[in-house]
């Protein structure tokens, strides 16, 4: 999900007036909050909940990789199918939006 997000602010560039930095800025500020809350085992009554959640995400890989060939898949017939010529990154969001249910997808702004 991140790097959807880092591929969108790379294709909509142009069209942001924040300093170049912040982009490498909000991605390192999400990894300190996920190493936070990975220290968050040291406290008795939040051990179970971390535990729990790091186990949840190890076994969701095999999801997550099915997930992201199907996504990849979708983004390709739709990289082919587009009327206009849209770059391989840009189909990728485009059908990542479309699978949350983002049907009006208006890149043309």
């Given amino acids: 999900m991140i790097l959807l997000v880092i591929i969108y602010l790379y294709e ?8 170049p930095n912040s982009i490498l800025e909000a991605v390192a500020n999400f990894f300190l ?3 936070f809350f ?3 085992r040291l406290n ?3 051990t179970h909940f971390v535990r729990m959640f790091v186990n949840v995400i190890k076994f969701s890989k095999i999801f997550a990789l099915i997930y992201f060939f199907m996504l990849m898949a ?3 017939t739709n990289l082919i199918l587009c009327i ?7 189909s990728l969001f485009q059908t990542y939006l479309t699978g949350l249910g983002e049907f ?6």
């Fill in 104 to 109: 009006d997808l208006d890149f043309k702004k």
């Fill in 44 to 46: 008795e009554f939040t």
């Fill in 84 to 90: 206009e010529k849209n770059s391989a990154l840009l």
């Fill in 33 to 35: 909050w996920l190493k």
């Fill in 12 to 19: 909509k560039k142009n069209e942001y007036d924040g300093e």
């Fill in 38 to 40: 990975y220290f968050m």
């Fill in 74 to 76: 979708f983004s390709t």
